[in-house]
T-cell receptor, first 117, second 113 residues
C-alpha cells in the first residue's frame, strides 16, 4: 500500500474558526511532511516530522500548528487563518532514512483544498 | 525558497510527439527528482537521478543531469493525452539526515489528441 490519505478533500472556514487537516499513511514511513501550494505555484515545505518529532519548521506562522500523534498520523491544526492562507495543503511521507546521502522518495496525498473567507 | 526554475512554463504538443522540459538549480545537490501533478492534486514521483549519474531511463521517461551546468532535463517520448499534467523538478539537499525537497517552478504540459 503506497497510499497517503488526506481528509477533508475540501474545507471552507472563516477567519475565526478552528479546524484540523488530517493525514494518514500505513507504509511504515517515519518521516511526514506538510506542504502548502498556491495556485500555479510549486509546493512549499512547511513542516517535517521525523520519528514523531518536529524536525523542520520553515518559519510558518503560529496560526498553523502541526501534530504527530503517532507514526501513521499527521495533523495540521488551523486557527485564525487569513484569506491569503487559502491554498492546497499537501501531506507526504517517506521512509525517513537518517543516513546522510541516502535517497528518500516522498509519497504525496491528494491534498486538502482550503478556502478561508 | 525556490531553487529550481523550469522552462518552458507551458508546453503544448500533439499525441505521439516528444516533450522536453528543462530544470536549472543553484546549489550543490544530493539528487534531483521529477514529479507529476494532475490538475491541482497530489504529486506523483516519476524518477530520481543521483548527483553522480548523468542519465536515467524509466519507461517513456529519460532524465539527464549536468551538475557542471546545474541543469536537468526530462524527456517524455511518444506522449499521450494522459501525460497532460504539471511537471516539477525537485532538488534535494540533505538536512539533519533526511531530505528537504525544493521544487522548481514547474512546466504545464498539454497533450492534445
Amino acid at each position: 500500500d503506497t497510499e497517503v490519505t488526506q481528509t477533508p478533500k475540501h474545507l471552507v472556514m472563516g477567519m475565526t474558526n478552528k479546524k484540523s487537516l488530517k493525514c494518514e499513511q500505513h507504509m511504515g514511513h517515519r518521516a511526514m511532511y506538510w506542504y502548502k501550494q498556491k495556485a500555479k505555484k510549486p509546493p512549499e515545505l512547511m513542516f517535517v516530522y521525523s520519528y514523531e518529532k518536529l524536525s523542520i519548521n520553515e518559519s510558518v506562522p503560529s496560526r498553523f500548528s502541526p501534530e504527530c500523534p503517532n507514526s501513521s498520523l499527521l495533523n495540521l491544526h488551523l486557527h485564525a487563518l487569513q484569506p491569503e492562507d487559502s491554498a492546497l495543503y499537501l501531506c507526504a511521507s517517506s521512509q525517513g532514512s537518517l543516513v546522510l546521502g541516502s535517497t528518500d522518495t516522498q509519497y504525496f496525498g491528494p491534498g486538502t483544498r482550503l478556502t478561508v473567507l | 525558497s525556490q531553487q529550481g526554475e523550469e522552462d518552458p512554463q507551458a508546453l503544448s504538443i500533439q499525441e505521439g510527439e516528444n516533450a522536453t522540459m528543462n530544470c536549472s538549480y543553484k546549489t550543490s545537490i544530493n539528487n534531483l527528482q521529477w514529479y507529476r501533478q494532475n490538475s491541482g492534486r497530489g504529486l506523483v514521483h516519476l524518477i530520481l537521478i543521483r548527483s553522480n549519474e548523468r542519465e536515467k531511463h524509466s519507461g517513456r521517461l529519460r532524465v539527464t543531469l549536468d551538475t557542471s551546468k546545474k541543469s536537468s532535463s526530462l524527456l517524455i517520448t511518444a506522449s499521450r493525452a494522459a501525460d497532460t499534467a504539471s511537471y516539477f523538478c525537485a532538488t534535494v539537499r540533505m538536512n539533519t539526515g533526511f531530505q528537504k525537497l525544493v521544487f522548481g517552478t514547474g512546466t504545464r504540459l498539454l497533450v492534445s489528441p
